[in-house]
């Protein structure tokens, strides 16, 4: 229960005016929802809720919908605006910045823009972009450019392509953003990327999808299997070529700890019992999900939080406000 007036929002959503009419001209079709926002929508849900601040990002499907030009025209308006309604807002709204990708000579030069001109929070990226991942070298440049600025990253689950050719009855959102999620951040930790770029704070959405329930799996197939014949001929694994055949279960483990993990539709004890096994407490952070998750879904959610078994006042403390203050402290 404690904090409870003072919570910091890490994942919010946005929809400002040029992400908005951009979507609607797109016609994306019914997987892509536009919801009501404004910022004056924002403050009064952070009202009801006792949330003191909220970092906004866009969701899917970010600022790229399929040509270049468009998509620089479109983030630098984003940001722009962001930054308009964060200075309107000070100490309540702050945001992160959005970029190009797949374009990742535009995405380098908009980080720059979003963090050292306009100064926002971090950067929101997504988890997959067409068929790559992040981790995959191709997106080096721009993860340089944010390791230089020690950024924080949040990263949002996308649409793979994969996952439109699914038989299921059920939205991509159920259960495929999980995956997304999860497959950027193994793809993070064996593609050497954490090691490569560790000052970057990179925060998981949804608790790191089913990340906090595989992390033994990785950890013991790794250590058991992947550095031992025929497995190392048969895979090349940048982490496990790094070790030289003495990478340990800890050296898997260790790297998930260096990631953040929010609370957003993970806040029941079925999964917050795994993530507290994974993350270190002072890398869990509160998240909403709104506009896209309703008002009701966020007060389960903060209930679910406050009746998980074994948080410590001092615990909920740090996640509703604490671990997210030392991130943002501009929101503070």
């Known amino acids: 229960m404690a904090g409870q007036d003072k919570r910091i929002d890490t994942h919010v959503h946005a929809v400002p005016p040029s992400y908005r009419h951009a979507l609607t001209e797109a016609a994306l079709g019914p997987r892509i929802r536009i919801p009501d926002w404004s910022p004056e929508l924002a403050i009064a849900m952070m009202d009801r809720h006792r949330i003191s601040a909220s970092v906004l990002s866009l969701s899917v499907p970010g600022a790229h919908l399929g040509d270049d030009n468009k998509a620089r025209v479109l983030a630098r308006r984003c940001n722009e605006e962001f930054a308009e309604i964060a200075e309107k807002n000070p100490g309540r709204l702050g945001a992160f910045g959005t970029v190009t990708l797949p374009d990742v000579e535009g995405a380098c030069r908009e980080a720059e823009y979003a963090l050292d001109v306009l100064r926002l929070d971090g950067i929101g990226l997504l988890a997959s972009y067409g068929e790559m991942y992040l981790g995959d070298p191709r997106f080096d440049p721009l993860l340089e450019t944010l390791n230089e600025r020690s950024a924080v990253v949040h990263i949002h689950p996308n649409n793979h392509p994969s996952t439109q050719s699914v038989k299921l009855n059920v939205p991509n959102f159920l259960v495929e953003y999980l995956f997304d999620t999860t497959r950027a951040a193994v793809n993070l930790v064996f593609s050497s990327a954490l090691d490569r770029f560790p000052n970057i704070k990179f925060i998981l959405s949804h608790a790191g999808g089913t990340l906090p329930f595989i992390a033994w799996r990785l950890s013991e197939i790794a250590t058991r299997q992947l550095q031992l014949a025929p497995f190392n001929e048969h895979y090349s694994v940048p982490l496990v070529k790094a070790k030289e055949g003495h990478l340990s279960f800890e050296d898997v483990t260790s790297r998930l700890r260096r990631f953040y993990y929010d609370t ?69």
């Not at 994974?278 to 007060?299: N, Q, T």
């Not at 903060?302 to 929101?331: V, W």
Request: contains cysteine.
């Open 264 to 332: 957003a539709l993970a806040a029941g004890p079925q999964t917050f019992g795994a993530l507290r096994e994974v993350a270190d407490p002072d890398r869990i952070l509160f998240g909403s999900d709104w506009p896209y998750c309703s008002e009701p879904m966020v007060d389960d959610m903060k209930r679910a939080l406050d009746e998980t078994a074994g948080c410590s006042a001092a615990d909920m403390t740090a996640i509703e406000h604490g671990n997210a203050a030392r991130l943002f402290p501009r929101l503070s």
